[in-house]
């Protein structure tokens, strides 16, 4: 069986001996005679899976015992929205750096409901080419959260050094890179991401959250299954989650145990990048990437080349020799390839490839 090259930015590849593994227990999981779909969450059978996934994760991280993983519904987008709901009150600000589109949606949506916030940095000024210097960040004297996005995947740059602010309240947005590098997960008040590109199928979002916050929700005016404590308390069990997909995110957090832990990955995905950007670097222009080099990111590599045609051509020419994925975002356009953590190192190395092999004709 031919697998594709996947370049795709979310969903994304999974690991093929998580999917092999998942097709053999598709129809008689753990000797239940049941699909893991057709258990009940409240099961043991099932239980154990989301107890397991959430204590992975805490390895795999080193999150201390004063922070909860939960896993929620309603994607990164829903985060959006119940971050200022629980965390902000008539005082505060949230405080938002602008790095791309989902920066800005997360700050509309603080403003929709009608929350105080103030921009404390941005790079829209340069098409978000770049993750505004630490010193440029303006932070509101009040108390609130600083709210950044890790890795912008549309736009292809990425944090590589975390502030710490005040109250150590910062909150970010880590669907494109969480679990990619390890995290000095003490510099955040909570982190979060949608499964969909390096931890397993769509359907189940990650919070990581640091536990003296639960108790800073406000006692009322939040619907039940908007708040964080009711998750909390009830171990993410308080509505049927989506089973079938913390059950593939336990799988592909032991892929990632089993490779050596999050440090051997991220060696892995620096010289996947690497092999990508190089090319970019010693095209003399043909390739051109859209970050500047510091902020660039490790999954999301954004390139153009000369022209829109050009651009057009190594597309339609890359799709035929089986790569896929590697459109630029639609509101961008150009190139992009997503090298998560699932993407094999071979892919990446095939890529490379075909990008000499199409200068070399091309130029
Ligand atoms: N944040 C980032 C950085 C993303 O890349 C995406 C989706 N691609 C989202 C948020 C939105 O995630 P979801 O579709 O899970 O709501």
Known sequence: MKRAYNFNAGPSALPLEVLQQAQEELLN???TGMSVMELSHRS???ENVHNEAQSLLKQLLNIPDTYE???LQGGASLQFSMIPMNFLNDEQIGNYVLTGVWSEKALKEAKILGRSTAIAASSKETNYDRIPDLSELNLTPDD???HITSSNTIFGTQWREFPRVKG???IADMSSDILSKPLPIENFAMLYAGAQKNLGPSGVTVVIIRKDLLATVPSHQ???????DTHSKNNSLY???PTFSIYMLNKVLQWVKDRGGVAEIAKTNELKAALIYDVIDESNGFYKGHAVKNSRSLMNITFNLQSEDLSKKFLSEAKEAGFVGLNGHRSVGGCRASTYNAVPYEACKALQQFM???KQENQ
Not at 222 to 228: A, K, N, Q, S
Request: charged share 15%.
């Open 29 to 31: 999981y753990n000797e």
């Open 44 to 46: 043991n059978e099932f």
């Open 69 to 71: 993983v939960l896993f």
């Open 144 to 146: 609130g959260y600083l």
């Open 168 to 170: 150590d309240l910062l």
């Open 222 to 228: 939040i619907p039940t299954v908007l708040r964080y």
């Open 239 to 241: 509505n049927t989650p």
């Open 356 to 358: 000499l092999n199409f």
